[in-house]
T-cell receptor, first 115, second 115 residues
Framework: DAGVTQSPTHLIKTRGQQVTLRCSPK?????VSWYQQALGQGPQFIFQ???????QRGNFPDRFSGHQFPNYSSELNVNALLLGDSALYLC??????????????FGPGTRLTVL | AQKITQTQPGMFVQEKEAVTLDCTYD???????LFWYKQPSSGEMIFLIY??????QNATEGRYSLNFQKARKSANLVISASQLGDSAMYFC????????????FGKGTHLIIQP
C-alpha cells in the first residue's frame, strides 16, 4: 500500500518564476492538505482540497493556488516566486469524512529553493 | 497569540531515560484534537499519538504517552526509555472544531538522545 508521494523531491527556481508541486494521496484517502515549512519552523497550513474544491485556506496570498483531480491527486502552484517561498512543502492526505481525529499522513515533501 | 506553544527549542537526554516534551495550546473550541508528530532529518512527518478534547483518559501508544491537562491547556508528550533513534524534531499540533480541518503546528522541539 503506497503512502503519500510527492514530486519532485528538490527544486531550484529563481525569483519571479512559477512552480508546480505534485502530490498523490494514500490509497483510500480523498482529502489533500498542503503545508509550508520554513527552515527551523513548524509547518504552516496553506489549504485543503476535498471533492476537487478548496475547502479551507490558511493565511497565504493568492499567489498560492491549487487543484485536485478526480483521482484525488493534487497540485500546488506558486506564482511570482519570492526568496521567502524557499521551504519544504509537505502534502498530507486524509479521509474527508473524519472528525477531530482525522489523522493526516504526510509525504516526504518537496524542498523548494528560490534564488 | 500563538495557538500552539512549545517552549523547549532543544533537549539533550541520556539514552534509556524518560523525556517529557512540553506543549500548551490556545483555543475557544470545545471540540478539538491534539497531535504529536516526529520529524527525522529526512523531513517526513511521522504521526505518534492523538488526544481528543473529550477523551477522559490520557492517550498511549507504545513508548509514547500524552499527559493531557485540559484545564491547563497542556498536552505534553512523554517518551519512556528513550532510544538513539528517537533523536528528531517533535511537533505538537492541534485541529480545532469538529471537522477535518488543517493542523496548526508549534515550532517544535529538537530532541537529541545521547548514548
Amino acid at each position: 500500500d503506497a503512502g503519500v508521494t510527492q514530486s519532485p523531491t528538490h527544486l531550484i527556481k529563481t525569483r519571479g518564476q512559477q512552480v508546480t508541486l505534485r502530490c498523490s494521496p494514500k490509497s483510500g484517502h480523498d482529502t489533500v492538505s498542503w503545508y509550508q515549512q520554513a527552515l527551523g519552523q513548524g509547518p504552516q497550513f496553506i489549504f485543503q482540497y476535498y471533492e476537487e474544491e478548496e475547502r479551507q485556506r490558511g493565511n497565504f496570498p493568492d499567489r498560492f493556488s491549487g487543484h485536485q483531480f478526480p483521482n484525488y491527486s493534487s497540485e500546488l502552484n506558486v506564482n511570482a516566486l519570492l526568496l521567502g517561498d524557499s521551504a519544504l512543502y509537505l502534502c498530507a492526505s486524509s479521509s474527508g469524512t473524519g472528525g477531530p481525529y482525522n489523522e493526516q499522513f504526510f509525504g516526504p515533501g518537496t524542498r523548494l529553493t528560490v534564488l | 497569540a500563538q495557538k500552539i506553544t512549545q517552549t523547549q527549542p532543544g533537549m539533550f537526554v541520556q539514552e534509556k531515560e524518560a523525556v517529557t516534551l512540553d506543549c500548551t495550546y490556545d483555543t475557544s473550541d470545545q471540540s478539538y484534537g491534539l497531535f504529536w508528530y516526529k520529524q527525522p532529518s529526512s523531513g517526513e512527518m511521522i504521526f505518534l499519538i492523538y488526544q481528543g478534547s473529550y477523551d477522559e483518559q490520557n492517550a498511549t501508544e507504545g513508548r509514547y504517552s500524552l499527559n493531557f491537562q485540559k484545564a491547563r491547556k497542556s498536552a505534553n508528550l512523554v517518551i519512556s526509555a528513550s532510544q538513539l533513534g528517537d533523536s528528531a524534531m517533535y511537533f505538537c499540533a492541534m485541529r480545532e472544531g469538529g471537522g477535518a480541518d488543517g493542523l496548526t503546528f508549534g515550532k517544535g522541539t529538537h530532541l537529541i538522545i545521547q548514548p
